[in-house]
């Protein structure tokens, strides 16, 4: 199993999702490769390793999932295209804990690529059926109304076949803005990446941590400056680190990372280093 954390009553696990690879230059935008490869090795086709962790937070009330990884649907030429070194277990990893797939109660999607929203629906002996089919999957509005009706960019990662399972069914539950899923857990809107979305907090018994998606890919995203090539909109991205980097400090905040291959969680100093 792999990295835990214990966040006051909570219990958050890693669980795999599986790993890819993008250009670097792509991840880390018009950050000059010989100052971003400082922090994040590439290799000499200038890709980087990526991780898709979904978070499970087990809580006294409810067990609550955080992005889905990159699911069992990806075709053969999908896989060669993103790299995919190692193949989305989250079903096994579940079982590990104790856990089934129906014993999932709420699915938060930070947004709709597929490498985060690829295990909504899993591969089947009848074509996919919903992963977590006992689940809420809490979406913003404004997401889902891309995922229903993508742009030209969107369309290249707002796969329909991630989605069709969970349209017109009970278990999809839109929000906006900002709404609490279960106690000490909440979403908040903040555009940024995409127009549609959200982010992450958690607190228990007066610790608090935050997922802010891709917002903050990579612990070695930590200056506000460095972003993604991925983002629709990178000043409000920018503003937006800046905001809730400033709120981490007054809250003591865990960090939490999605995409991050070497470091789950953190906390960091002044200048942006993982502190031990």
Not at 98 to 122: K, N
Not at 162 to 177: D, I, P, Q
Request: glycine fraction near 8%; charge should be negative; aromatic fraction near 10%.
């Amino acid at each position: 199993m792999k990295n835990r954390l214990h966040l006051g009553s909570f219990e958050l696990c890693w669980l795999d999702g599986g790993t890819f690879a993008l250009d670097g230059g792509a991840m880390f935008g018009v950050v000059p490769k010989k100052v971003w490869e400082k922090k994040y090795r590439a290799d000499n086709e200038n890709f980087i390793p990526l991780a898709a962790w979904p978070i499970l937070v087990k809580t006294p009330e409810a067990l609550v999932l955080i992005e889905t990884g990159i699911g069992n649907k990806l075709t053969e030429k999908q896989r060669k295209i993103f790299r995919v070194h190692h193949a989305w277990n989250v079903p096994a990893d579940l079982e590990s804990l104790g856990i089934s797939r129906e014993d999932i109660d709420v699915v938060v999607l930070t947004h709709g690529d597929f490498d985060h929203a690829g295990g909504i629906a899993m591969e089947g002996p009848s074509g996919p059926g919903l992963t977590f089919p006992n689940a809420r999957h809490v979406i913003q509005k404004q997401d889902w109304d891309d995922v229903l009706n993508p742009n030209r960019r969107a369309a290249n990662s707002y796969w329909a076949v991630n989605f069709e399972a969970l349209k017109n069914t009970g278990n999809l539950s839109l929000v906006e803005g900002e709404e609490h899923i279960s106690k000490g857990i909440r979403v908040i809107h903040t555009g940024g990446h995409h127009a549609g979305h959200q982010v992450v907090r958690l607190e228990s018994q007066g610790q608090v941590a935050l997922h802010l998606g891709d917002l903050f890919p990579t612990h070695a995203h930590y200056n506000p400056l460095w972003v993604m090539a991925y983002d629709d909109f990178p000043l409000e991205v920018i503003r937006l680190k800046e905001q809730w980097q400033r709120q981490a400090k007054a809250d003591n905040a865990w960090f939490l990372f999605y995409h991050d291959p070497f470091v789950q969680y953190c906390k960091f100093d002044e200048e942006g280093t993982v502190l031990p």
